[in-house]
């Protein structure tokens, strides 16, 4: 399995979100390897998506979802912290919210920082970030970098991808933004699975 590159992630958002399914997240703290495998998605856009943290524009705070495809784009949001992933060429602005893993290694390490365990570990965005340690220092870094502390492998696996509107979304377009893989338990929200 190799890496994703800045390539990969140069694309529509909403093709980058149903492309992450499946894929495995990998994070390295110290001597322990934590691996999940990517359940849900969601994918934003610019300044025409009222969901979107570019909705009022380019700003101090939502400036890195203009950057560079591969751009790591951490914010909080109920005391949590979400990982994003900014998609599409430079100074178009949009990205993609991982929204849940389903754990695959250091299970064990994931419990006992998250004091939680089976489904709960990683069923959503900000129980995920909890999980694997993700947090503001990952802000303005490449998920493409190869210094081993947090990247994305490829993986082919046959899934089967639903759709949903986004969650938790006020205002929302008419389009289904969010993405998961049917039947997996780790999908977070179960009453927004159609």
């Known amino acids: 399995m190799c890496i994703l590159n800045k390539k990969f992630y140069s694309q529509d958002a909403a093709f980058i979100a149903k492309q992450l399914l499946g894929k495995i997240i990998v994070r390295n703290i110290g001597n322990e390897v934590l691996a999940g495998k990517i359940v849900e998605t969601e994918a934003y856009y610019s300044t025409n998506d009222p969901a979107s943290r570019a909705y009022k524009g380019y700003n101090n705070f939502a400036k890195l979802m203009w950057d560079e495809p591969g751009t790591i784009f951490i914010y909080m949001v109920h005391a949590n912290w979400l990982f994003n992933i900014v998609t599409m060429p ?7 919210l991982i929204r849940a893993i389903e754990p695959l290694t250091g299970i064990v390490f994931m419990e006992k920082h998250r004091k939680n365990k ?18 503001k220092d990952f802000n303005n870094t490449k998920i493409t970098n190869k210094d081993g502390r947090l ?26 933004l969010r993405f998961f893989i049917r039947d997996n338990n780790f999908v977070s929200k179960a009453r927004f699975l159609t």
Do not use: C, H, W
């Open 90 to 96: 430079i100074n178009v602005a949009s990205a993609v």
């Open 118 to 135: 089976g489904i709960n570990l990683t069923n959503g965005p900000g129980k995920l970030t909890q999980a694997l340690m993700i947090t």
């Open 151 to 176: 990247f994305i492998l490829d993986n082919a696996e046959k899934i089967e991808i639903k759709s949903s509107y986004r969650v938790g979304v006020k205002k929302d377009l008419k389009r289904k």
